[in-house]
RNA sequence: GGCCCCAUGGUCAAGCGGUUAAGACAUCACCCUUUCACGGUGGAGACAUGGGUUCGAUUCCCGUUGGGGUCACCA
C-alpha cells in the first residue's frame, strides 16, 4: 500500500488535477490587472459589511482593467437559506455593482471559470484532495466528532493548545495498512491537511492593507474535506482562488488569523499564493464598546434597509469610499459630476482599524447626492421607491407634471436646494403642496409674531383681494407683500424695524410668516414665490378661506 | 486565556522626526435671507498612558491600559 493507492481507494474516480489545470488556463490579463471577488455565503442577507468589500474589491478591479466575480460559498449546506444567492445577486444589482462574472441568478452565471457556486464544484475538490493524499499531505482521520471533542477538553483541563496536532494528530501516524483497512470495513472518516508546520517557528508575510503580519506557524491538521464530502472553507478558498486565477483575495478582517493556514496549503501543494486584502469591518457603538454591525441588533446591517428607507444607493457607496479612502470626499468635491469609477481607489491607503458607522453622515451625503440631481430624477426615483414602500406618496405623484413643478423649486443652478437625504423624506418634504391633502386634513397653524385673529384674517383677505397677482415678478411680488406690510402699519423693511423696534409691531417677514403658515401649515418652506405659482391662485383662496375658518 | 491587529477632536480621518496637528460630518456664533434649506465667515474641540531612542517625538522602540479579531467536520 502505498499513497497513490490510498488515494485511489478513496476517491476512485477523482480526476487528475492537470485535467483542471488545463481547462482553467492563466487569465490573459495586462500586467498589474487585479483579479479579486466577492465569496459571500448565503445565510441570510447581505451585510453593509459585504457591499463595503464587494465595492472595495470592485474599484480594485475597474482601476486595473482586471475582473470582479461573484463566487457563492455555500458548503455549509445546514446554514443555507433559501433564496440566498437570490439575495446576493439582487442586491449588488440594487447597487449597480454587477459582476464581471459567476453567478448572475440563483442558477445561472457567467464566465469561464466556472461553476462559481462552491457546492457544484465538488468534484473539482476531491480531485485536489486526492492529489493531496497522493503526496502524503493528506490523509483520512477516523476520530469521530466525540473524540476530537474529548482531545479538546483534555487539552483544555491540561491548559494546553486545543486542536489536532503533533501528537494529538492520532489519525495522522496510522500506517497506509490501517487506514485502508478502516476504510475497507466502512468506518466513517474525513480528510485532513497534514501540516508540516512548527508552532515555534514564526512565518511573516504582507498584507496589502495590514502591512508586514507575524504569526506563528500553522501546525493544525485542518480539515480539508468534510464527511458529507464537501471542503471546508480553507481548502475551497485555496483550490478556487487558484482556479479562478485570483490575484487578490479582498476579505474581512476576522480572516486575518487563518492566512497562516492559507500560505501552508498553497505552499504544500504547489500554487501562488494571492495577495491579500483584509478589510476592517464597519463597527457600531454599543454602551461604549465597539462592535461589529450586527445582523441580529442592528437594522442598518441588512443592505435592505438602505433599500427601504430610500436612501440613493449612490450615497452608500460614496459614504463607504469615503470610509475605505478618506482622499475620496475631497476628490468628489473637485470632481462632482464624475462617475465614482474615476476616483483613483488605493487598496492600501484603507484604514487598518475599523470605522464606526456613522447615519448622520451617511445622510449628509444622501442629501448632497439628491441634490445633483434634476427634478425629473427626483421624481422617478421617488417615485420607484414610493410604489414598493408608500403607497399614499406613490398616489401623490400620479401627475407627473404637477411633482415636477413641486421638485422644480429652488432645483438646478449652482446653490441646489439641499432638504432631501433620502426617498422616505419626500412625502413629509411635499404633503403640504397637495390640495387633496392639505385640505381636506386639519392643520395646525403657528402663526409667530401676528397671531391675532383680526390681524391674520385682514393679512389674508387684503392679500388676496388688492395686492396678490399671479402675473408679478419675483420682486413686483415682494414689493406688494411690503405695500400690505406697510398698510397694516408695520414696517415695509427688516432693517427698519431693527432699527426702530419700539415704532413697530412687526415688519415684512412677520407679514410673509403669515402668508406662508396659512398656506402650507408650517413656518419653514421653500420660496414662498415659487410655492404660490406651484399652487395657483385657486388653491390659494381656498388655504386662504381654509385659515381663516380655522381661526380660533 | 494563547496568538494577532489597532489607538489623532463626538464621528470619519490627513500626518509618515521639527507642522500655528489638515479636511469632512456633527456642534456653536455671526453674515446672507420674508422662513427654511443652501452658501459665506469664524469659534470650541484631539495626538490614551508610562518609559526609552534622539538636539527634538503625534510620528521610532518597549511596557501599561483600552478596544477589536481569532482559536469548528461555520464561513
Request: aromatic content about 10%.
Amino acid at each position: 500500500m502505498d499513497y497513490k493507492e490510498l488515494a485511489n481507494l478513496i476517491f476512485p474516480d477523482a480526476k487528475p488535477i492537470s485535467y483542471y489545470e488545463e481547462k482553467y488556463k492563466p487569465r490573459d490579463l495586462k500586467e498589474g490587472a487585479v483579479v479579486t471577488r466577492f465569496a459571500p455565503s448565503p445565510t441570510g442577507f447581505v451585510h453593509i459589511g459585504g457591499l463595503y468589500q464587494a465595492l472595495v474589491a470592485i474599484q480594485s478591479a475597474k482601476k486595473t482593467e482586471g475582473v470582479f466575480f461573484l463566487r457563492v460559498e455555500d458548503t455549509d449546506q445546514k446554514r443555507e437559506v433559501e433564496n440566498g444567492v437570490t439575495d446576493i445577486v439582487n442586491s449588488l444589482k440594487d447597487f449597480d455593482m454587477e459582476p464581471d462574472e459567476g453567478m448572475i441568478s440563483d442558477t445561472e452565471e457567467k464566465g469561464n471559470y466556472g461553476p462559481y457556486k462552491q457546492s457544484l464544484r465538488k468534484d473539482i475538490y476531491q480531485a485536489f484532495a486526492k492529489y493531496m493524499i497522493e503526496l502524503g499531505k493528506a490523509y483520512p482521520c477516523f476520530c469521530t466528532p466525540e473524540e476530537v471533542e474529548e482531545i479538546r477538553k483534555k487539552q483544555e483541563a491540561a491548559k494546553i493548545r486545543p486542536g489536532y496536532y503533533g501528537v494529538w494528530a492520532k489519525c495522522r501516524n496510522l500506517t497506509l495498512e490501517e487506514m485502508a483497512d478502516k476504510i475497507k470495513n466502512g468506518e466513517k472518516y474525513i480528510i485532513r491537511f497534514k501540516s508540516p508546520g512548527r508552532e515555534d517557528r514564526k512565518i511573516k508575510y504582507k498584507d496589502v492593507i495590514k502591512g508586514v503580519v507575524e504569526f506563528p506557524e500553522n501546525d493544525q491538521d485542518i480539515v480539508i474535506i468534510k464527511a458529507d464530502g464537501l471542503p471546508t472553507y480553507h481548502f475551497a478558498h485555496v483550490v478556487d482562488d487558484h482556479l479562478m486565477r485570483t490575484t487578490h483575495v479582498i476579505r474581512s478582517d476576522e480572516w486575518l488569523s487563518s492566512v497562516p493556514i492559507h500560505l501552508q496549503l498553497f505552499n504544500e501543494i504547489g500554487f501562488k499564493a494571492p495577495k491579500y486584502a483584509h478589510i476592517s469591518p464597519i463597527m457600531k457603538n454599543d454602551n461604549g464598546n465597539k462592535r461589529k454591525l450586527s445582523k441580529r441588533k442592528d437594522p442598518e446591517a441588512a443592505v435592505s434597509y438602505y433599500k427601504e428607507e430610500g436612501i440613493p444607493p449612490q450615497a452608500v457607496k460614496e459614504y463607504l469610499l469615503n470610509i475605505a479612502n478618506s482622499t475620496f470626499e475631497n476628490w468628489r468635491r473637485a470632481n462632482p459630476d464624475k462617475s465614482i469609477d474615476e476616483f483613483d481607489f488605493n487598496l492600501s491607503k484603507m484604514s487598518v482599524s475599523g470605522a464606526l458607522f456613522d447615519m448622520v453622515k451617511l445622510l449628509d451625503i444622501g442629501k448632497n447626492v439628491i441634490s445633483r440631481m434634476t427634478a425629473e430624477e427626483i421624481y422617478d426615483k421617488s417615485l420607484i421607491w414610493a410604489k414598493e414602500y408608500d403607497e399614499e406618496l406613490a398616489e401623490m405623484l400620479k401627475s407627473k407634471d404637477y411633482s415636477l413643478k413641486i421638485f422644480g423649486i429652488e432645483r438646478g443652478g449652482n446653490k441646489p436646494r439641499k432638504d432631501i437625504s433620502k426617498w422616505s423624506e419626500v412625502k413629509e418634504n411635499i404633503i403640504y403642496m397637495f390640495d387633496d391633502k392639505f385640505l381636506n386634513a386639519k392643520q395646525e397653524y403657528p402663526y409667530q409674531v401676528i397671531s391675532d385673529k383680526e390681524s391674520i384674517t385682514k393679512i389674508l383677505t387684503l392679500y388676496m383681494e388688492k395686492y396678490y397677482n399671479e402675473n408679478d415678478d419675483k420682486q413686483e411680488w415682494f414689493n406688494k407683500i411690503k405695500s400690505l406690510a406697510g398698510e397694516m402699519g408695520y414696517a415695509e423693511e427688516v432693517k427698519e424695524f431693527k432699527a426702530n423696534p419700539d415704532k413697530y409691531k412687526a415688519h415684512v417677514g412677520d407679514v410673509s410668516t403669515v402668508l406662508r403658515v396659512a398656506l402650507t401649515g408650517r413656518t419653514n418652506t421653500p420660496d414662498m414665490y415659487e410655492i404660490m405659482k406651484v399652487l395657483g391662485k385657486e388653491s390659494m383662496i381656498k388655504r386662504f378661506e381654509k385659515a381663516k375658518k380655522e381661526l380660533n
